[in-house]
Nanobody
Framework: QVDLVESGGGSVQAGGSLRLSCAPN????????MSWYRQAPGEEREFVSG???????RYADSVKGRFTIAQGNAKNTVVLRMDSLKPEDTAMYYC??????????????????WGQGTQVTVSS
């Protein structure tokens, strides 16, 4: 299992921007689909955005046109650029790695993993 570390959360006013980063803290030979989820108090965790191993992005309808996901500088790292933030974007944001693929030259297994979360607060 790869441990994920998120960073970049914080507090901003509506209309502002934040940049979240997610990276594994240990090397792994597995390659993962990387995603961001969020959970507001009293709500269920919901999908925000994802980046497949082939580079194809996905977005929840609520963030399309405002958020941009991209690969970071290393394997299994991902950056979420959040613009035009709204108070309803306030939540704990979690990074997830799943659909792991291990090239045949390596031995072992890939396991899904979640990060600990980073708080995003948007004030009106």
């Amino acid at each position: 299992q790869v441990d994920l570390v998120e960073s970049g959360g914080g507090s901003v006013q509506a209309g502002g921007s934040l940049r979240l980063s997610c990276a594994p803290n240990l090397f792994t030979s597995c390659m993962y689909d990387m995603s961001w989820y969020r959970q507001a108090p009293g709500e269920e965790r919901e999908f925000v955005s994802g980046l497949a191993r082939d580079g194809s992005p996905r977005y929840a309808d609520s963030v399309k046109g405002r958020f941009t996901i991209a690969q970071g500088n290393a394997k299994n790292t991902v950056v979420l650029r959040m613009d035009s933030l709204k108070p309803e974007d306030t939540a704990m944001y979690y990074c997830k790695a799943d659909q792991g693929y291990l090239p045949p030259v390596f031995s072992g297994e890939c396991h899904d993993s979640w990060g600990q979360g980073t708080q995003v607060t948007v004030s009106s």
